[in-house]
């Protein structure tokens, strides 16, 4: 195996690229490179090592216990490499002050957004770059500092903070919320219902009521649900934090005290490499939206309870 010194290290940029993505042309597309490109790479790579770093199946790329024990080094030390170029911009005095935020649209849209004036208050030094993707975005590849996600993790090379568990509930409009005030579930079911049929399916089970829900539109993104629900459109089941500023301030109404609290996989974290733990703007940001998360819930559990 050749020495560290003599080593072709862009090498090691194709090889995390097709561990990540499993695929030879993701990886390529990733890194802007041909497929041919990336696959030499990676022969390369093996070549160097002496040994196989994947079982190739078909198209599809699996790591090897070796390529395993390669990528978690790998992985530590481009978190190291991006903490290093952060801390060089903050040494040179410039885009120091740059915080790159990936979220879910809905987050981003919903929760994040209406808060976004209190932190350019408390933190007017620090700039926001704010992306919201229904995808998962590599943090350290695309050089984001923090990242909102949905579940429990792990994610390698990443640390995790729970930010917010939220069950569903059950809103409307303040004109349709009022006329199904105290309405059984039976009553509910004949209503036009937004959101996922299976989730309204739990919902009216847990609520001793038989039925097959077909709802009259679904969405891919809890803001569109919000906002069709703020228009009238029909009964959404949505999460509470989602619907939260628009309960406390009358945009809808909680017509039932019925929810579905589902388990911590579908819990939401705040996400960031291992080497920014430490990172004052990191660290700023996170503990922001805890106190934010913590005031909303005191807000809500200070509202009148649903009928």
Not at 30 to 52: C, D, K, N, P, Y
Not at 63 to 76: D, E, F, I, T, W
Request: glycine share 6%.
């Amino acid at each position: 195996m050749t020495s560290l010194d003599r080593f072709p290290l862009h090498y090691l940029a194709a090889f995390r690229a097709a561990a990540q993505s499993e695929n030879l042309r993701a990886a390529a597309e990733s890194l802007h490179l041909t497929h041919s490109a990336v696959s030499q790479q990676i022969r390369g790579l093996e070549t160097q090592m002496g040994f196989e770093l994947f079982t190739r199946q078909g198209r599809r790329l699996v790591l090897n216990p070796a390529g395993r024990a390669l990528q978690r080094a790998v992985s530590k030390v481009f978190a190291e490499l991006q903490a290093g170029l952060l801390a060089a911009a903050q040494a040179h005095g410039n885009a120091a002050q740059t915080l790159r935020v990936t979220a879910l649209p809905s987050f981003a849209q919903r929760w994040l957004m209406p808060r976004l004036p209190r932190w350019q208050a408390l933190q007017p030094c620090i700039t926001l770059d704010l992306h919201s993707s229904q995808q998962v975005v590599d943090l350290e590849r695309e050089g984001f500092h923090v990242g909102l996600r949905i579940g429990r993790g792990p994610w390698p090379g990443l640390a995790s903070e729970p930010l917010f568990h939220s069950p569903h509930i059950v809103v409307a409009a303040p004109v349709l919320a009022q006329r199904l005030a105290g309405a059984s579930p039976s009553l509910l079911a004949q209503q036009p219902l937004l959101g996922d049929a299976d989730l309204w399916q739990e919902w009216f089970a847990q609520a001793g009521h038989e039925t097959v829900p077909t709802p009259v539109a679904t969405f891919n993104d809890a803001a569109l649900l919000g906002q069709a629900a703020e228009q009238g459109m029909g009964v959404a089941l949505t999460r509470e934090l989602f619907a939260a500023d628009a309960l406390l301030d009358g945009r809808l109404v909680r017509v039932s005290a019925q929810a579905i609290d589902e388990d911590a996989t579908r819990d939401y974290q705040v996400v960031y490499p291992e080497a920014l733990r430490n990172d004052p703007g990191v660290r700023a940001f996170c503990d922001w939206l805890h106190a934010e998360v913590a005031a909303l819930h005191q807000r809500l559990n200070e509202a009148p309870a649903p009928e």
